[in-house]
């Protein structure tokens, strides 16, 4: 098992999860255009996404790295403390920092283990907005605003290098550590470079902090008044044996409801995974069951697979809980 791909989908109401300014007096959402339809699509970039994990790493009780000011090159920039081996959030999403190794200047950067292009909506954005006025109780001088907002379903894409997860490079990454089992690896040129690693029980916690992050995700702007859910519906977990993803924009549901719920595209999904299947080590699909009105026809499609499993969101956190990595 080389990497992980997880895929979620979730039904968010009336919210402004990422802003991207203000247009005059209107606070619009983030959005991208696509070039076949013409049409907008609401999106949470990937830099919002991964502060919220952060916060959700903090509530499940882990410490952070401290982020701090610091100057390069005549400038302030925000760092972290690039401490991979103490932090999971530097291990998890990287860093990049000057600072002196063995006396000397050095950039220690370390691109992130966790991908993600945070989320997307399915389905375009209808135009609407939520009309404000901030009161003067001493006169008319009352401040009018707006504030865009959707009603959507959005898509969550993340891939997790699980091979470099705990895993830190000497004189690239970190410096020399102490305490850590070191590896001895040739690179490219023949020269030989050393890792640090992790524990295991230590590796494995920190990826099933992570996937149980992303299962309670929370987070997004202006929910003070705008609240919504926005943790997974349906989150398909790959485990690969090649750091390739597959799922992608596999993961859909169709317009239209069906007795109020959604309808899963499981053609779709089927034809994705077969046509994959060999990359696959084990897939589950979890889900609440009671908001989707084909959950039959996904397990019918799956039935006797060996590799994909369909569960409940409940049984789906079993398995998040008793994944094992390999040596």
Not at 27 to 49: C, F, H, I, N, W
Not at 73 to 102: C, R, T, W
Not at 138 to 145: A, K, L, M, V
């Amino acid at each position: 098992m080389k990497a992980i791909e997880v895929v979620t989908l979730t039904k968010v109401e009336g919210a402004n999860l990422n802003s991207n300014g203000t247009e005059g007096v209107i606070a619009v959402l983030k959005k991208v255009r696509d070039p076949v339809d013409g049409k907008e699509y609401v999106r949470v970039s990937g830099q919002s996404t991964k502060y919220h994990l952060r916060m959700l790493l903090k509530e499940l009780g882990w410490e952070l790295s401290q982020v701090v000011p610091k100057s390069e090159g005549g400038q302030k920039v925000i760092v972290s403390l690039g401490e991979p081996h103490n932090y999971i959030d530097d291990d998890l999403f990287g860093y990049m920092i000057a600072k002196k190794v063995d006396g000397k200047n050095a950039t220690l950067r370390r691109t992130a283990v966790v991908r993600t292009n945070g989320m997307i909506s399915l389905f375009p954005y209808q135009e609407d907005r939520d009309f404000g006025v901030r009161y003067d109780p001493s006169g008319d001088n009352h401040n009018i605003y707006e504030t865009e907002i959707t009603t959507n379903v959005m898509r969550g894409n993340f891939f997790i290098e699980l091979d470099r997860l705990g895993v830190f490079k000497e004189g690239l990454e970190v410096p020399k550590l102490q305490g850590l089992e070191a590896r001895k690896e040739k690179d490219a040129t023949g020269k030989e470079v050393t890792f640090y690693v992790l524990p295991k029980k230590e590796r494995e916690k920190r990826l099933k902090a992570l996937l149980e992050a992303i299962m309670q995700y929370y987070g997004g702007a202006k929910l003070s008044n705008f609240f919504t859910k926005v943790y997974p519906e349906v989150m398909v977990v790959s485990l690969l044996k090649h750091k390739i993803p597959v799922i992608g924009d596999a993961l859909r549901v169709k317009p239209g409801y069906v007795d109020g719920k959604l309808v899963l595209d499981v053609e779709l999904l089927k034809e994705t995974i077969e046509t994959f299947e060999d990359k696959i080590e084990k897939l589950y699909i979890g889900l609440f069951e009671n908001r989707f009105a084909n959950v039959d026809e996904l397990r019918k499609a799956f039935e006797g697979s060996e590799k994909v499993e369909v569960l409940s969101m409940r049984e789906l956190k079993g398995r998040i809980e008793n994944l094992k990595l390999g040596e």
